[in-house]
């Protein structure tokens, strides 16, 4: 029979240890609310040019956008990574994350509209040269979504961190890449030309990976679900750029946009121009 050495004698961690007057349960130096969430530097990142009582509602609602755009990138990301396993489960769910959040970001315009031109003239002066065609975590969007347009680095210096992120964008498979790479996987014959294709470069439609998608879709399994989802998520990104087109026109007109941008001219081109077009050209199919 083994028996338990008797280390009661022998055994000193405890002994040896001196006694503190600090409990256990000391809280002084615990996590709080303000703490975690960095408040003090978030609370103090609005820093109006004027008095006008409307500039602070355009910086909170522009700062917001960015931290949504932060957070799309993120999902977009681990989205990526569930289609290369094939993970129907993980996709999809993280799939209705970003639908949500594309619904957030729309909604978010209503806020702004409340804000009339001559409140937004009170203070347009103050923002020079600085414009929305500068946000680089939606031109990292759009590379990831599909976008493969060279004039996005007309803001970005050569050799700067930001241009950097976009191009590294460009250069890597697309969502729509990750998703056909999710349909090989599924068993589907992907074509070759198009599974092999130059990740740099526009996509191009294939009729050829239209018959695939056919097959999907008479399938009726997870595979259509998240084909679905992706028709989705490219229609309220369509909707965004529609929202958002309508209310800078609403708010400058035809006027040029600040910092010099084309303004409305410009989002006007980006309407109707599908990250997805093989999934809208078999619509008519279905």
């Known amino acids: 029979m083994t028996t338990t050495p008797d280390t009661t004698a022998t055994d000193t961690t405890a002994t040896d ?57 993120h999902e977009l990301a681990h989205l990526q990574a569930a289609l290369a396993q094939g993970d129907t489960a993980h996709a999809t769910r993280t799939l209705r994350r970003i639908l949500t959040v594309f619904k957030v970001i729309v909604a978010q315009i209503d806020v702004l509209e409340t804000m009339t031109p001559r409140q937004f003239t009170s203070f347009r002066t103050r923002l020079d040269a600085s414009s929305g065609f500068q946000s680089a975590q939606f031109r ?110 609403r708010t400058i007109g035809t006027k040029q946009g600040t910092g010099g941008s084309p303004g409305a001219a410009y989002l006007r081109g980006t309407l109707f121009d599908p990250a997805f077009p093989d999934l809208w050209a078999v619509r008519s199919e279905l």
């Open 140 to 249: 990292e969007l759009e590379a990831v979504l599909g976008r493969r347009d060279r004039r996005a680095f007309a803001h970005y210096p050569e050799g700067g961190e930001q241009r950097a992120r976009i191009e590294a964008a460009m250069s890597r498979p697309s969502l729509f890449d990750s998703f056909l790479t999710y349909l090989a996987a599924h068993g589907y014959e992907v074509p070759a030309e198009v599974l092999g294709r130059d990740v740099a470069l526009p996509l191009v439609p294939s009729p050829a990976l239209q018959r695939v998608l056919l097959a999907v879709y008479a399938d009726d399994g997870g595979p259509s679900t998240v084909a679905e989802y992706l028709v989705d998520l490219d229609e309220g990104l369509q909707e965004w750029r529609y929202r958002h087109v309508k209310m800078v026109e």
């Open 17 to 73: 240890t001196p006694a503190t007057d600090t409990p256990a349960t000391d809280t002084s130096a615990a996590l709080t609310y303000t703490a975690y969430l960095a408040l003090d530097e978030v609370l103090e990142a609005q820093r109006p040019r004027s008095d006008e009582h409307d500039e602070l509602l355009f910086i909170v609602i522009h700062q917001v956008y960015e931290l949504w755009f932060k957070q799309l990138l």
